[in-house]
């Protein structure tokens, strides 16, 4: 399976960005889908994700300022970011689990900067 991540890019602080997440394969044959993120330095870290019922989960970092969706027709997995901080700045990757397989995209990064 090939996930691909696009929509980073450099957004001045309060700012938003979408980033998508396109699936090879149907969305629905996973768990859940996740988006994570990688910050110069530091370990990668979960952001949210969404089951298959349509539950969502969110960090508390950015929780009540990111949203996670998906069109399932579409295979495509969103991440939508208001508010935007400098500390967001991350390479922010895609992920699918399904059972106890993971698959993971290459990332996009995402600049926060004045």
């Known amino acids: 399976v090939q996930l691909q991540a696009s929509g980073g890019g450099l957004v001045q602080p309060g700012g938003s960005l979408r980033l998508s997440c396109v699936v090879s394969e149907s969305i629905r044959n996973f768990n859940y889908m996740s988006w994570y993120r990688q910050a110069p330095g530091k370990e990668r870290e979960w952001v949210a994700r969404?089951?298959?019922?349509?539950?969502?989960d969110y960090a508390d970092s950015v929780k009540g300022r990111f949203s996670i969706s998906r069109n399932s027709a579409r295979n495509t997995v969103y991440l939508q970011m208001n508010s935007l901080k400098p500390e967001d700045t991350a390479v922010y990757y895609c992920?699918?689990?399904?059972?106890?397989?993971?698959?993971w995209g290459q990332g996009t990064l995402v600049t926060v900067s004045s």
């Open positions: 969404i089951y298959g019922g349509g539950t969502t």
């Open positions: 992920g699918g689990i399904k059972g106890v397989t993971s698959s």
